[in-house]
């Protein structure tokens, strides 16, 4: 049996089962997901962005209004999500949409 000491994985894309070194080839080239802002600006973790429109947060009954700046989101793995962090509320996670890169 010649090559019967490969590895393999299973592939919740395909449903198949695959050679890893076939996954590892594919896995990186899906892991370049670009998050973009309401004007079509490309997000990186750090970037500062500013709202485009006032948001009521959930949970901690303010509002953030139209232009407050947010400093150094980070991207979560969602092509329509970023972490954000903003004094006085935790775990601030806001839609790519409402938000402009500066």
């Known amino acids: 049996m010649v090559g019967g000491d490969e590895d393999y994985v299973y592939d919740e894309t395909s449903g198949e089962w695959i ?11 899906t ?13 990186q973790d750090g970037d ?14 303010q509002t953030l209004k139209r232009g407050t700046l947010i400093k150094s989101i980070r991207l979560t793995g969602d ?15 806001l839609r790519a949409e409402f938000v402009r890169k500066r």
């Open 48 to 61: 500062q962005v500013t709202l485009i429109k006032d948001l009521t947060v959930k949970g901690a009954g």
């Open 79 to 93: 092509a329509q999500e970023i972490d954000c962090k903003y004094e006085g509320i935790k775990g601030l996670v």
């Open 31 to 43: 892991d370049t997901l670009e998050v973009r802002d309401s004007v079509g600006n490309v997000l």
């Open 19 to 29: 050679p890893a070194a076939d996954a590892a080839a594919a896995g990186g080239a």
